[in-house]
């Protein structure tokens, strides 16, 4: 039987030092998680594709928007891949993910059936990726599913989950939903629509991932 495949599409505009942060988080994991690197370059005009493409500790795909299209329109043209592999990550460039992050959302989601998603807890990073702004992680807490109502409660307050901490498992179909053109509330928005329209949403409390604030 084949290794499930898992993609990390990488969503890029103009942010060449970040990148290269957003690259070394990724080859930080360990060996035994196999994945497929994915950069989506919105029209950059600086020196990104050069570092990408001379990068040598990952095996990286760049493909490049024949226009800007937004960071929406990008999103969504990474969704596009979802009936493509089985599991998806959306990664922005200046965001970063642990070591573990992988390890966990995978083994969370391996037994569910049909399409789901989890999530982990986000650090806040500074322009340095360090964090100024920790997790609040639950003592005790464990990994649990959460019902639509009580995720979509917490998207609708300040415990929104964000992009960077969700893996996405396809069951090989399109995501039901897209991102609308609400930049401050696109991530808390597309994601409680996928959990209304059949996602199993489950969430992992731990601190797996890096938001970058500045």
Known sequence: MNEPRLSVIIVNFETPDYTLQCLRSLYQHPPRVAFETIVIDNGSTDRTESLVRNHR???IEWLRNPSNIGVIGNLNRCLSFADQTDFLH??????LVRPAFFEHSLAAL????????SYVLDDKINQHG???????V???????TLSTAEF???QATLETV?????????????????FGNLPQVADGVFLAECSHLGMTVVEIPKALCGYRLS
């Open 138 to 144: 639950p003592h005790g807490a464990r990994v649990r």
């Open 130 to 136: 360090r964090v100024v702004l920790p997790a609040v």
């Open 110 to 117: 391996q037994d569910i059936p049909g399409q789901a998603l």
């Open 57 to 59: 500790s990952l095996r």
């Open 162 to 178: 964000l992009l960077p901490g969700v893996l996405f498992k396809t069951d090989r179909r399109a995501i039901p939903a897209q």
């Open 90 to 95: 959306l990664l922005m460039a200046d965001d």
């Open 152 to 154: 979509t409660r917490r």
